[in-house]
């Protein structure tokens, strides 16, 4: 599968079209970027770690009857996925507080959740991709009540496969977000599965093991990446 026009450029992705108007080739970058792309920078194979990682973990969603756009991995840095037409909602999943949830609400960094909190924002980079509810997401015509409930019910699944997955490597989900998109009449779970998109506390000491390494120049950041890689492919 060849790549053809560039269909998009994203701040971690580039998409290609292909010979097949239904599918498309996602090429992962090394660039980093943090607080809305307020702050930018690279992170060495980058690209390579999170290709890896995303396609390991949409073939476990997959196999848990989570259907994804993965088709399959082309290179380091290539997937070849199902065209989508991405639903403009970020979908995030919390289980232990941090980031955003702290600062908002004043949840103590660390506490974790009787039950995960599933959060809706708008996917628009002008705008800082704002918290929402179900009736913002419907007056502006991004998503309708029942494709939002399929959003929540499909992201609780996520959730419940990969934190036994990451805790079964001695990681903690902390939270993440994921992205879904409609193909020939179903909703897909697309983008990636990262550190760029998750936060991952060693289960042990609680060290970060993500892209808040890279947020707050806490250094470290390749070989945090690279452990994931390693725990998640279960690599020697």
């Given at each position: ?94 289980n232990i507080a941090a980031g955003s949830l702290v600062k908002r609400y004043g949840f103590a960094e660390g506490t974790v959740l009787e039950n995960p909190i599933v959060e809706f924002y708008l996917k628009d980079d002008d705008l800082d991709d ?43 989900l902390v939270d993440f977000k994921l992205e879904f998109g409609r193909h020939d009449g179903e909703i897909l779970l697309g983008d990636e599965i990262s550190p760029d998109t998750c936060r991952f506390w060693d289960l042990e000491t609680n060290e ?29």
């Open positions: 599968m060849k790549k053809m026009k560039q269909l998009y450029e994203g701040k971690a992705k580039r998409v290609f079209l292909t010979e097949e108007s239904s599918l498309v080739i996602q090429e992962f970058k090394d660039d980093a970027t943090a607080f809305n792309n307020k702050k930018k920078g690279t992170i060495a194979e980058k690209g390579v770690v999170n290709n890896a990682i995303s396609c390991k973990l949409f073939t476990l969603l997959e196999e848990h009857g989570i259907h994804t756009h993965l088709v399959e991995k082309l290179s380091d840095r290539d997937m070849l996925c199902r065209h989508l037409d991405i639903i403009k909602v970020e979908v995030v999943v919390r704002p918290l929402m509810n179900e009736s913002h997401a419907v007056a502006l015509g991004v998503a309708t009540l029942e494709e939002l409930a399929i959003l929540k019910n499909r992201a609780e699944a996520v959730n419940a496969v990969l934190k036994q997955f990451f805790a079964d490597r001695k990681l903690k970060k093991m993500d892209k808040d390494r890279f947020r707050f120049d806490l250094g470290g950041v390749e070989d945090a990446y690279s452990e994931v890689q390693r725990r998640v492919l279960e690599l020697d």
